[in-house]
Protein backbone atom coordinates (compact mmCIF):
# COMPACT_ATOMS: atom_id res chain seq x y z
CA UNK A 1 0.00 0.00 0.00
CA UNK A 2 1.28 3.19 -1.19
CA UNK A 3 2.03 6.20 1.20
CA UNK A 4 -0.54 9.42 1.22
CA UNK A 5 0.54 12.38 -0.51
CA UNK A 6 2.65 14.00 2.10
CA UNK A 7 3.65 11.32 3.66
CA UNK A 8 7.84 12.02 4.02
CA UNK A 9 10.42 9.86 6.38
CA UNK A 10 14.05 10.70 6.98
CA UNK A 11 17.43 9.17 7.09
CA UNK A 12 16.12 6.13 5.20
CA UNK A 13 18.84 3.03 6.01
CA UNK A 14 19.56 3.50 9.41
CA UNK A 15 19.93 0.14 11.56
CA UNK A 16 18.93 1.06 15.09
CA UNK A 17 19.94 -1.40 17.86
CA UNK A 18 17.96 1.14 20.23
CA UNK A 19 14.42 0.17 20.25
CA UNK A 20 11.82 1.33 18.14
CA UNK A 21 8.42 3.63 18.70
CA UNK A 22 6.14 4.96 16.31
CA UNK A 23 4.22 7.95 18.23
CA UNK A 24 1.24 9.71 16.63
CA UNK A 25 0.27 13.24 16.80
CA UNK A 26 3.81 13.55 17.87
CA UNK A 27 4.34 17.45 16.86
CA UNK A 28 2.77 19.12 19.93
CA UNK A 29 2.02 18.62 23.53
CA UNK A 30 1.55 15.08 24.76
CA UNK A 31 3.07 13.32 21.98
CA UNK A 32 5.48 15.50 21.44
CA UNK A 33 6.37 15.27 25.32
CA UNK A 34 6.09 11.62 24.95
CA UNK A 35 8.43 11.26 21.69
CA UNK A 36 11.22 13.78 23.45
CA UNK A 37 11.07 11.60 27.06
CA UNK A 38 11.82 7.91 24.68
CA UNK A 39 14.58 9.86 22.88
CA UNK A 40 16.80 10.99 25.75
CA UNK A 41 15.95 7.14 27.27
CA UNK A 42 17.50 5.31 24.29
CA UNK A 43 14.56 5.25 21.82
CA UNK A 44 14.44 5.69 18.46
CA UNK A 45 11.24 7.61 17.53
CA UNK A 46 8.62 8.15 14.61
CA UNK A 47 6.92 10.95 15.26
CA UNK A 48 3.72 11.28 13.12
CA UNK A 49 1.51 14.06 12.92
CA UNK A 50 -0.08 16.00 9.86
CA UNK A 51 1.41 18.55 7.59
CA UNK A 52 2.41 21.78 8.43
CA UNK A 53 1.87 21.07 12.51
CA UNK A 54 5.95 21.93 13.11
CA UNK A 55 7.37 18.27 13.10
CA UNK A 56 10.84 19.77 12.08
CA UNK A 57 10.53 22.27 14.10
CA UNK A 58 9.90 20.22 17.04
CA UNK A 59 12.74 17.71 16.63
CA UNK A 60 15.07 19.16 14.28
CA UNK A 61 17.64 16.50 12.00
CA UNK A 62 18.18 13.82 14.96
CA UNK A 63 19.58 10.83 13.35
CA UNK A 64 16.62 8.53 15.97
CA UNK A 65 13.92 10.24 14.74
CA UNK A 66 11.93 10.03 11.44
CA UNK A 67 9.32 12.92 10.42
CA UNK A 68 6.09 11.06 9.08
CA UNK A 69 3.31 13.28 7.94
CA UNK A 70 -0.45 11.88 7.38
CA UNK A 71 -3.89 11.70 8.67
CA UNK A 72 -4.25 9.30 10.96
CA UNK A 73 -7.89 8.51 9.95
CA UNK A 74 -7.08 7.87 6.68
CA UNK A 75 -6.50 3.79 5.73
CA UNK A 76 -3.69 4.51 3.97
CA UNK A 77 -1.67 6.01 6.76
CA UNK A 78 -1.27 3.39 9.41
CA UNK A 79 0.62 0.74 7.08
CA UNK A 80 2.53 3.64 5.30
CA UNK A 81 3.78 4.68 8.45
CA UNK A 82 4.71 1.23 9.23
CA UNK A 83 6.67 0.50 6.60
CA UNK A 84 8.84 3.48 6.94
CA UNK A 85 9.96 2.64 10.44
CA UNK A 86 10.54 -1.41 9.02
CA UNK A 87 12.67 0.62 5.90
CA UNK A 88 14.19 2.60 8.49
CA UNK A 89 15.18 1.19 11.30
CA UNK A 90 14.60 -2.72 10.71
CA UNK A 91 12.05 -3.35 13.77
CA UNK A 92 9.48 -1.64 15.74
CA UNK A 93 8.88 -2.25 19.50
CA UNK A 94 6.41 0.16 20.68
CA UNK A 95 3.16 2.22 19.05
CA UNK A 96 1.61 5.21 20.85
CA UNK A 97 -1.55 6.26 19.56
CA UNK A 98 -1.88 9.10 20.69
CA UNK A 99 -3.49 11.70 18.26
CA UNK A 100 -6.98 12.84 19.09
CA UNK A 101 -8.80 16.13 18.12
CA UNK A 102 -11.68 17.50 20.32
CA UNK A 103 -15.29 19.29 18.74
CA UNK A 104 -17.03 20.98 21.20
CA UNK A 105 -20.50 21.90 20.27
CA UNK A 106 -24.37 21.19 21.86
CA UNK A 107 -25.72 17.98 20.23
CA UNK A 108 -28.35 19.91 17.98
CA UNK A 109 -25.68 20.91 16.27
CA UNK A 110 -23.41 18.69 15.96
CA UNK A 111 -23.09 17.20 12.42
CA UNK A 112 -22.88 13.91 11.76
CA UNK A 113 -19.71 14.65 9.91
CA UNK A 114 -18.28 16.11 13.00
CA UNK A 115 -19.13 12.97 14.99
CA UNK A 116 -17.61 10.65 12.53
CA UNK A 117 -14.36 13.17 12.29
CA UNK A 118 -13.60 12.99 16.01
CA UNK A 119 -14.69 9.22 15.89
CA UNK A 120 -11.83 8.14 13.36
CA UNK A 121 -9.39 9.99 14.61
CA UNK A 122 -9.50 9.37 18.31
CA UNK A 123 -10.52 5.52 18.22
CA UNK A 124 -10.53 4.30 14.57
CA UNK A 125 -6.75 5.35 14.00
CA UNK A 126 -5.90 3.53 16.87
CA UNK A 127 -7.44 0.11 15.52
CA UNK A 128 -5.76 0.71 11.96
CA UNK A 129 -2.46 1.80 13.51
CA UNK A 130 -2.92 -1.91 16.06
CA UNK A 131 -3.89 -3.90 12.97
CA UNK A 132 -0.82 -2.62 10.53
CA UNK A 133 2.08 -2.60 13.26
CA UNK A 134 0.94 -5.87 14.75
CA UNK A 135 2.78 -8.66 13.28
CA UNK A 136 6.05 -6.50 13.70
CA UNK A 137 5.00 -5.96 17.49
CA UNK A 138 4.85 -9.85 17.67
CA UNK A 139 8.05 -10.13 16.47
CA UNK A 140 9.82 -7.52 18.83
CA UNK A 141 7.44 -9.10 22.09
CA UNK A 142 6.71 -5.07 21.76
CA UNK A 143 3.52 -2.78 23.33
CA UNK A 144 1.13 -0.49 22.19
CA UNK A 145 -0.07 2.17 24.84
CA UNK A 146 -3.35 4.39 24.14
CA UNK A 147 -4.06 7.73 25.33
CA UNK A 148 -7.66 7.97 26.16
CA UNK A 149 -8.92 10.75 28.73
CA UNK A 150 -10.93 11.32 32.03
CA UNK A 151 -13.88 11.99 29.57
CA UNK A 152 -14.26 8.20 29.05
CA UNK A 153 -14.89 8.36 33.05
CA UNK A 154 -16.86 12.05 33.29
CA UNK A 155 -17.88 14.55 31.10
CA UNK A 156 -18.54 18.35 30.80
CA UNK A 157 -21.22 19.86 28.51
CA UNK A 158 -21.13 19.24 24.46
CA UNK A 159 -18.26 16.84 24.45
CA UNK A 160 -20.43 13.68 23.48
CA UNK A 161 -18.15 12.65 20.43
CA UNK A 162 -15.14 13.17 22.21
CA UNK A 163 -16.20 11.64 25.88
CA UNK A 164 -17.39 8.56 23.44
CA UNK A 165 -14.48 7.87 21.52
CA UNK A 166 -12.21 7.93 24.59
CA UNK A 167 -14.39 5.33 26.12
CA UNK A 168 -14.13 3.44 23.29
CA UNK A 169 -11.20 3.72 23.09
CA UNK A 170 -10.68 2.35 26.76
CA UNK A 171 -12.13 -0.74 25.90
CA UNK A 172 -10.61 -1.03 22.59
CA UNK A 173 -7.20 -1.02 24.44
CA UNK A 174 -8.47 -3.89 26.89
CA UNK A 175 -9.68 -5.61 23.62
CA UNK A 176 -5.95 -5.31 21.85
CA UNK A 177 -4.65 -6.62 24.80
CA UNK A 178 -6.24 -10.10 25.03
CA UNK A 179 -6.20 -10.35 21.29
CA UNK A 180 -2.25 -9.89 20.93
CA UNK A 181 -0.91 -11.12 23.96
CA UNK A 182 0.68 -12.91 25.15
CA UNK A 183 3.01 -11.56 22.00
CA UNK A 184 2.00 -7.91 22.53
CA UNK A 185 1.28 -6.00 25.80
CA UNK A 186 -1.71 -2.76 25.42
CA UNK A 187 -2.24 -0.51 28.06
CA UNK A 188 -4.32 2.84 28.28
CA UNK A 189 -3.33 6.08 29.89
CA UNK A 190 -6.44 8.27 30.97
CA UNK A 191 -5.00 11.90 31.38
CA UNK A 192 -6.76 14.76 33.43
CA UNK A 193 -6.05 18.47 33.15
CA UNK A 194 -2.88 18.43 31.28
CA UNK A 195 -1.25 21.81 30.35
CA UNK A 196 0.23 22.52 26.76
CA UNK A 197 1.33 25.17 25.35
CA UNK A 198 -2.08 25.23 23.86
CA UNK A 199 -3.55 26.33 27.57
CA UNK A 200 -3.13 30.00 28.76
CA UNK A 201 -2.18 31.31 31.64
CA UNK A 202 -2.98 28.86 34.58
CA UNK A 203 -4.44 30.21 38.28
CA UNK A 204 -3.74 29.36 41.68
CA UNK A 205 -7.11 27.82 41.38
CA UNK A 206 -6.51 25.40 38.93
CA UNK A 207 -3.61 23.61 40.88
CA UNK A 208 -5.37 23.63 44.21
CA UNK A 209 -8.33 22.35 43.23
CA UNK A 210 -6.41 19.05 42.14
CA UNK A 211 -5.14 16.79 45.61
CA UNK A 212 -1.94 16.45 43.57
CA UNK A 213 -1.85 19.95 44.18
CA UNK A 214 -0.99 20.99 40.57
CA UNK A 215 -2.11 20.86 36.96
CA UNK A 216 -0.51 17.98 35.10
CA UNK A 217 2.38 18.50 32.47
CA UNK A 218 2.96 16.37 29.37
CA UNK A 219 6.11 14.96 31.00
CA UNK A 220 3.62 13.36 33.58
CA UNK A 221 1.85 11.39 30.79
CA UNK A 222 5.49 10.85 28.99
CA UNK A 223 6.76 8.77 32.47
CA UNK A 224 4.25 6.76 32.31
CA UNK A 225 4.08 6.28 28.87
CA UNK A 226 7.66 5.02 28.69
CA UNK A 227 7.36 3.18 31.52
CA UNK A 228 4.66 0.94 29.95
CA UNK A 229 6.36 0.09 27.00
CA UNK A 230 9.68 -1.20 28.91
CA UNK A 231 9.03 -4.57 28.74
CA UNK A 232 11.57 -5.26 31.60
CA UNK A 233 9.68 -3.43 34.16
CA UNK A 234 6.00 -3.88 32.83
CA UNK A 235 6.21 -7.34 31.35
CA UNK A 236 3.34 -8.00 33.59
CA UNK A 237 0.96 -5.31 33.17
CA UNK A 238 -1.64 -5.22 30.09
CA UNK A 239 -5.32 -4.62 29.54
CA UNK A 240 -4.65 -1.52 32.19
CA UNK A 241 -6.16 2.32 31.89
CA UNK A 242 -3.90 4.27 34.33
CA UNK A 243 -5.90 7.44 35.35
CA UNK A 244 -3.48 10.47 35.47
CA UNK A 245 -5.08 13.46 36.39
CA UNK A 246 -3.71 14.54 40.11
CA UNK A 247 -6.87 13.14 41.75
CA UNK A 248 -9.33 14.32 40.44
CA UNK A 249 -11.70 11.49 39.56
CA UNK A 250 -11.51 10.71 42.77
CA UNK A 251 -12.70 13.95 44.46
CA UNK A 252 -16.39 14.62 45.42
CA UNK A 253 -17.27 18.01 43.77
CA UNK A 254 -20.73 19.56 45.23
CA UNK A 255 -21.97 22.94 44.59
CA UNK A 256 -22.33 24.63 48.67
Excluded at 22 to 32: E, M, V, Y
Excluded at 123 to 152: D, P, Q
Excluded at 184 to 189: A, E, L
Excluded at 218 to 232: G, H, K, Q
Amino acid sequence: MGRPAGFAGRHQGLMANRPVALITGAANGIGRAIAEHLLDTGWCVGALDLPKTGLSRAFGNSRYVTLLEGDVADEKTAPAAVEAMIEQFGRLDGLVSNAGIMIRKPIRQLSLRDWYRVIDTNLTATLLFARAAEMALRRAKGAIVTIASTRALMSEPNTEAYSASKGGLVALSHALAVSLGPDVRVNCVSPGWIATENHGKLRKRDHTQHPAGRVGKPEDIAEIVAFLLDRRRAGFITGANFVVDGGMTRKMIYEE
